[in-house]
């Protein structure tokens, strides 16, 4: 029912951004919440930014809160992560995900669709 395709990973040095994005099949992504999740070798995925159906509450996890943005343009079907000051622990692959309710959330569990990820690479 919902196709997810991230796109904007790479290899940056670190202090460096980088702007994820999330393109969104299907015409109920604006009712959807959207989320961003990652997953570095050997550690569990998990949450990093999350936006409620419309873009008017936004949550982030503690590791990236303060230069991060996630934001949402619903009449492209599209989700954006703006990661700023980028270090090697923000190496991971990044997910998108859809949510099955429309109330920002941040357990991997309230989300039903996932992308199939892309690389951020931050070099020291």
């Known amino acids: 029912q919902v196709q997810l395709v991230e796109s904007g990973g790479g290899l940056v040095q670190a202090g460096g951004s980088l702007r994820l994005s999330c393109a969104a099949s299907g015409r109920t992504f604006s009712s959807r919440a959207m989320g961003w999740f990652r997953q570095a070798p050997g550690k569990e995925r998990r949450f990093v930014a999350t936006?409620?159906?419309?873009?008017?509450?936004?949550y982030y996890a503690d590791s990236v809160k303060g230069r991060s943005t996630i934001s949402r343009d619903n009449a492209k079907n599209t989700v954006y992560l703006q990661m700023n000051t980028l270090t090697p622990e923000d190496t991971a692959v990044y997910y998108c995900a859809a949510g099955l309710g429309g109330a920002a959330a941040s357990n991997r569990y309230e989300y039903g669709y996932w992308g199939q990820g892309t690389q951020v690479t931050v070099s020291s």
């Open positions: 936006i409620n159906w419309s873009g008017g509450v936004t």
